[in-house]
Every structure is written in structure tokens, then in C-alpha cells.
């Protein structure tokens, strides 16, 4: 960032801000119906915007499908969207989720109020502006948000400096972040109006609430499907159209204007990079790719994930540098970061390349005579990218076996022997899943991680670590954690910057070996310029605390920040619903709250297990789902059930959970381990299922306590964070109090209305909520 960007941003800083903190006052007010400031023509006009859901025809079970469907497609959506053009909830993702909750809760409060499809699309299309107007202040202010927001000396966040904090920016970036997070929140009331109203009036609410879950499943399956087809944002707001128009065509005048209003953010969508670059979408982050020339010739792609500069395809071929010698600089080609690992292992007989990328590593290790490279990468696209643009076409070559996997899946799984093992730049601009903080890279840098590479790794081998190191405890961190598990200390000399991509190397091993190699004249000297750097002491990062970017326990200020106006504005948009926080359900609140908590650490725990990729997350997300329909089956069959039972079980199977360590879980057969998983990880869900079941159906399938429900969750998602400072296992712990804190709240509240004639409780009404 330079002091050019800075000023570029303050008439952004303050339009965004302003416009933000408008829209939170007019948006509410679609839901009050007090449309103040608005013309009297212009409330008329708003007025033909709204809808009651009785006008789709009263309750039937198709809107309740179609609703619940494109509610969970429009959360997938905005989470995978918004990360990627918002950089700052690339880093903390679940915010996101949370405001998705925060809506859906909100709008199971307004379910006996009339909807309003501006209320919907307003919000989207100022997000559209916000994250697709090629406005250089703009863009330039979304980009320096994670900066303005507080970064410091403990947090280290790819591509943004270190600095103090500094009150008199972060406040004010708090004040644009609010509205963000809030215009998130109004795009998911719709639907928690609709599918909360639709949950209430069922005649039979087990089924209609078990529909409702299937059809989220449905929703997820869908989405999930759409990104491995490697399909942009306008594809998935097409469908999500679609969903939309299907679900309101019975009213005529919504059914057309949701086309219309989807056609204005498609435009929005459509407006072309500046840079000319070619934008892809993956199943894990947005890819752009611009063409380098020189001469004419194309001579690298320019590679950037979510808008950052991520690599570059380079072509080290020696017909290529006689035609460009200019590129390296007068350097030796040997010394370029992709073949300095070979000048310590020359011509290996095993490579493993871990995070191989477009291929740089692999034609690298081809050049320099490695009889077999085996490449891991987790992106199916980058890989795709590879295969069609690298110069080299290493992965073309049969000498190559390529493996889409997560880096530390693969060598916690594999069983394959290396002489030379290169983790080439794992570093991660975003996190691997909807539902929590982990990233794609966090369980590649632990103890037990790097004792794991150890294993695959011969006698006589060497293992590199090539990282962008951009402080000093990072390096630190590296280096305690190579000689923890190696008991050596590490190697470290700073490739230089030529036409490659530069970075630091860490390299242990074979002590033999790399005294031959130092034995060279030649090597000699350049590790003798080329080392000698500062580090200092930060604490190893374990499967439990795996928060390679953070330098010591703790939660770090932007995080407390956000997390507190998080929970502020929660209550105090519940205060604004008209009647305060005395319509809160504090039994189904702490359920909310438990469940998610519950849901995330699960989530975190067997993307260790599974590897971090979207395909373990969705069946995660797909298991835990059918296991509240099974409880919802359960209730249904045996209607009273005792929840001591149930909370009996939950207490069982987290005390399971938390005392069975994670290593006993690493099964040969992925069978064999999914079960246990499920056995030691998953059963508190079904009991806690039960017990949300058993009471919602007391209170009638009540919108509102399906709202505090989802309200709880927005604080259990905020909790989350609280593993940055205790670790994983201790967010259990967290969970199992709150389902104790719902128990109390239960208790409190007196005996519930009886289930002994449950079809009876079923069709009775109540007035407001959602889960």
C-alpha cells in the first residue's frame, strides 16, 4: 500500500459510510412500514413492493421447498462472493454466516409483518456497487479495509503491512464495516419472514421443519455443484433468480420485478476489469490471469487470487532464457527460487511437490532430473490453468502423478517414501470453509503436521519449506517448529528476486547431505550472502491451536471489535422489532448459540481428519443435516422423548469428543475413520436435534423462537473466535455450558405447554420466529 492509495480513498471512506448508515435507517423501515423521507408518489410505488405470504396461497409445503432451498443457495452464494471481492471477510468468513443468521433470525421475528422485495434487493444491489464499480477510490478503499481495520505486530495477514493500531483510522473503518455486515443481514430477512411463517401455520410441523432441513441439504448439494463447475457470481444469481421467480410466481407484480431487479445486479456483475485480465472462479477462490508481454511475447501470467497478487507461470525452459536473458537479471538460472531446492538434492529419484500450483515447482523438478514428481494441489482450477497455460507443460509429462488433495490430508493419509519434499509457498489468502476461522493452509504449519511429512520422507532425504516470510515471528515459527520435530535447527537463506517468485527457504534433513552440497564453493557463497536473519520466538502452532497467522494465543483486537458491534447491533436491531428483548427465547437462544458452536468445531476438527477441501465441508454440513432430520424422526416416533435423555447424551458424547484424542481418529480406510467421526465427533448433533425438535413443536412451531434460535447463533458464531485464544477442544467445553445455560433457561421458564397430544400442538399458531 503507498501513500498515493491512501488519499485516493477518503471520498469513498465517507459516501460508503454514509450510504450504509442510511440504508440500515430506510431498510428498517420497509419492515415498520413507515417510510419516512419518501415522496408520497414514492411510497405508493413501494407500497406495490410488498407482499404477505398469504398471498402465496396460504401454507402449503412447495413455497416452504422452494424458499428453503434458495435461502441456503443465497447464503452459499453471498459467503463465497463477498469473501472473495471483501477481502477482509476472506479472513474472518464466519462473519459472514453470521450475518446470514443474524437476517434469517430477524426475519422469523417480522413473519407476521409484510415483506417487501426492495427489502431484499436494495441491499444486494448497493452490495453489487460496492464490490463491481471499477471506482479507483473505491476499490482502492475495499482493498486497504483488513489494513484500516487494525492489523498489528500479532496478526500477520497476506498482503497487508504490519502496523499499530491506530484508533483514529480503525474507528472509522468500523463505521463502513457496520453497514456492510448490516446489508448482509436486511438480504436474509425475506426469507426468514417467509419460511418462519410457513413453519408456524404447518398443520404437521416435524414434517414441515425435516423439509425444511432437506431442502437446505438440497440447497448446499446445488451451490457446491455450481462452484466444481467452476461457474462466476452471474451464473449463481441466475439460479438464484430462478429459485425467486418460482417461488412468487403467484404474484404477478413480484414475479416480474425480481427478473428486473436481477437484471439490474447482473449489469452490475458484468462490467469488465480495467486491467484486462481473465477472472475465474474455482471452487475455492476467485483466479484472475493477465498475460505478461514483452516484445510482443507473452513471456509469464500474472496470477491473483481474491484480487491479490498470488504467482506468476514463468518459463525457465533454456530455449526461452537464451531468447531473454534480460529476465534474470545476469543472476544464474540454478540460483532461481523454483531450482535452488536442486542444488541441495540434485537429480532426486521421489519429488513431492505440496501446493504445486500452475506447475512451477514440478517443470522445476523436471528440469533438474527428478525421476518421479508426485504434485498435490487442492484447486482442481489451478491445476486446470496449469495444464493449459504453463510454457513447460510439466504436468503433461509421465513422469508426474497429480493429486487433488489438501496438502496435510495427503501426507497424513499417503504412505509413499521422497527424497525431496518441497512446501512450496502454502500460504492461504482465504479460509477453506463457510462455517469457520481454519484455513486452507492452517493444519499444514503444526508439530504434528510437519512430524507427519516427516515420516514420508527417506533417511537421506531433505524437506524444504518455502515460505513469504514477512516478520520476524513468522520466521521464528517456522524454525521451532523444524527443529521441534527434526531436532535440527533449519537452514535458512532468502532466495533472491528474479523472475521467479521470491521467498525464504527452510530447509532439514539429511545433515550428510547438505554438508556435501555446502562442501560446493559455489553453494557456499550464496548461502553465506544470503542468510542471517532476525527472528524472534512465537508458540508452535499444534491440530489444536492451528493459527499459523497469529503469534501467540489470544483474540486478536479486530476480531473483539467486530465480535462486540456484532452482538450490539444483534440487540439492538431485536429493539427496533417493537417490543425488545422480552420476545427473546432464552431456552431456544442458548440452543442457537450451542448448536453453532458445536457445528463449527466439528467442522474444524474433521477438515483435519478429511483435509480442508469443499468436498469434506459439504458432507460434513450434509451429515450433520440428516442428523437433525433423524432426531426430527426420533420426535416424531416418540413424541415424549425426555429431553434429560437427550441432554444426558449430549453430555456423554462431548465428554467423548473432548477426551479421545484426534491422532486415534487417522484410519488407513476412509470408512473406517468417517464413522468414527461421526461416532466420536457428530452424535451431540442428533441429541442436541432432539431436544430443539421436542421443545419447538411445544411452542407450535413459534417463528419467534426459531428466531432467538437463529439469533443464538449469531453470538455462537461470534464465539468462535474465542479459539484463538483457547484452542478447538476448548470450544466443546463452550457448547456443552450453553445447552447447560438452555436447560436452566427451560427450567426457569416454567413447565411447557404438554406434548402427550402432540398433532394438536402442531396445529396450533403462535406469533413470530425462526431456526
Known sequence: ???????????????????????????????????????????????????????LGGFSYWPLIVF??????????????????????????????????F????????????????????PLLLLC????????????????????????????????PTMPTNWGITIPAILITVPIFALLVFCFIPFGQVVGWLLENARAGVRAYSLNVAAGLAGIALFTGLSFAATPPVVWLLVFAGLMVVGLWKIPRLRWSTLALSAACVALMAIPAKDHSTTYWSPYQKLSMRPIYEAGDIISYEVSTNDTWYQRIVNLS????????????????EWDPYNLPYRFAPSPRAVLVLGAGTGNDVAAALRNGAQQVTAVEIDPLILKLGRQLHFEKPYDSPRVTVVVDDARSYIQNGHAQFDLIVFSLLDSHTTSSNFSNIRIDNYVYTVEAMKAAQKRLQPDGLFVVKFQVDNPWVGGRLQGLLTTVFGQTPLQIQSAAQYGTPGRFFLV????????????????EYVRNNKGFEVSKASLTTDDWPYFYQHEPGIPLSVILISVLIVLMAFWFMARTGEGLVRIHWHFFFLGAGFLLLEVQIISKIALLFGTTWVVNSIVVAA?????????????????ISRKIAYAGILIAAAIGYLVPMQSLFFANPWEKGLAAMGVLCLPVYFAGIIFVRSFAEVSFNSEALGSNLLGAVVGGVLESLSFWTGLRALLLVSVVLYVLSAVALRRRGRSPGVSDLAQSQTSRGNGSCA
Open 103 to 122: 437476517g434469517f433470525g430477524l426475519g422469523c421475528y417480522f413473519s407476521k409483518r409484510r415483506g417487501n422485495l426492495i427489502a431484499l434487493f436494495m
Open 129 to 160: 456497487m460496492l464490490m463491481e464499480i471499477p471506482w479507483a477510490p473505491l476499490r482502492t478503499l475495499i482493498t486497504i479495509l483488513p489494513s484500516l481495520l487494525g492489523s498489528s505486530a500479532d496478526v500477520d495477514i497476506w498482503g497487508v
Open 68 to 101: 428453503s432451498v434458495a435461502g441456503m443457495f443465497f447464503e452459499m452464494m453471498m459467503i463465497r462472493w463477498v469473501s472473495s471481492e471483501i477481502r477482509m471477510f476472506a479472513y474472518f468468513k464466519n462473519f459472514v454466516l453470521v450475518a446470514c443468521f
Open 1 to 55: 500500500m503507498n501513500v498515493v492509495e491512501i488519499r485516493l480513498s477518503p471520498v469513498a471512506f465517507v459516501l460508503v459510510a454514509f450510504l450504509g448508515l442510511l440504508s440500515i435507517q430506510y431498510l428498517f423501515g420497509f419492515y415498520q412500514e413507515r417510510y419516512q423521507g419518501i415522496a408520497k408518489v414514492g411510497r405508493a410505488a413501494v407500497s406495490k413492493w410488498n407482499f404477505d405470504v398469504k398471498e
Open 624 to 640: 450433520l443435516l440428516m442428523l437433525i432430520v433423524a432426531a426430527n424422526a426420533t420426535v416424531a416416533s416418540f413424541p415424549r
Open 318 to 333: 533454456p530455449d526461452f532464457l537464451k531468447r531473454h536473458p534480460d529476465l534474470l537479471n545476469g543472476a544464474p538460472v
Open 509 to 524: 534433513g539429511s545433515q550428510q547431505k547438505l554438508a556435501n552440497a555446502l562442501n560446493d564453493p559455489a553453494i557456499a
